[in-house]
């Protein structure tokens, strides 16, 4: 069984306006990195994304950038249960995931974003690890649509 998901959502803006959301630091630390971002996400680029539900800074590669298109990078995958559910721990494994977000202008004018993460290994840990993944892009999705439309910052003071 090959471990992947797969989120989307609509968000009720141009794409050009929602991709430079997810593809300008400042931006996304607006509404998903609640700890900060560094760096612009450009194909070739190490950036730097922090989340106080993860403390402690760490690499995203940036794989591939296609403005107003799409944008894949990978990371540091993480194998076992996340640290905020009683109990859970996770460790780095050694190897990466893979990223990749789509974004989709629609007719009606608004975007559709996707996101898909694959490459995990087929173990326990891999699939607790991938669980959380999951909720955190769907998170993000839902903080993006927010922040887009409504200017609210769905993160803020949720971890700490």
């Given at each position: 069984?090959?471990?992947?998901?797969?989120?989307?959502?609509?968000?009720?803006?141009?794409?050009h306006e929602v991709f430079e959301a997810v593809a300008d630091p400042a931006k996304l630390s607006h509404y998903f990195t609640t700890g900060g971002a560094k760096g612009r996400l450009e194909t070739?680029?190490?950036?730097?994304?922090d989340f106080h539900d993860f403390p402690g800074a760490f690499p995203v590669y940036v794989i591939k950038v296609v403005p107003d298109e799409k944008i894949i990078l990978e990371w540091q995958a993480n194998e076992g249960?996340?640290?905020?559910?009683?109990g859970g721990e996770l460790?780095?494994?050694?190897?990466?995931?893979?990223?990749?977000?789509?974004f989709q202008e629609l007719d009606d004018g608004r975007t559709l974003v996707e996101i898909t993460e694959e490459g995990w290994r087929e173990n326990q840990g891999a699939l607790s690890a991938s669980y959380g993944n999951?909720?955190?892009?769907?998170?993000m999705l839902c903080a993006?649509?927010?922040?887009?439309?409504?200017?609210?910052?769905?993160?803020e003071g949720m971890y700490i």
């Open positions: 069984m090959e471990l992947k998901f797969r989120v989307a959502a609509r968000i009720a803006k141009p794409v070739g680029a190490t950036v730097e994304w249960e996340a640290p905020n559910v009683e460790v780095d494994a050694d190897y990466r995931t893979r990223v990749t977000m789509r999951c909720q955190g892009w769907s998170q993006l649509k927010a922040w887009m439309e409504h200017g609210i910052n769905l993160r």
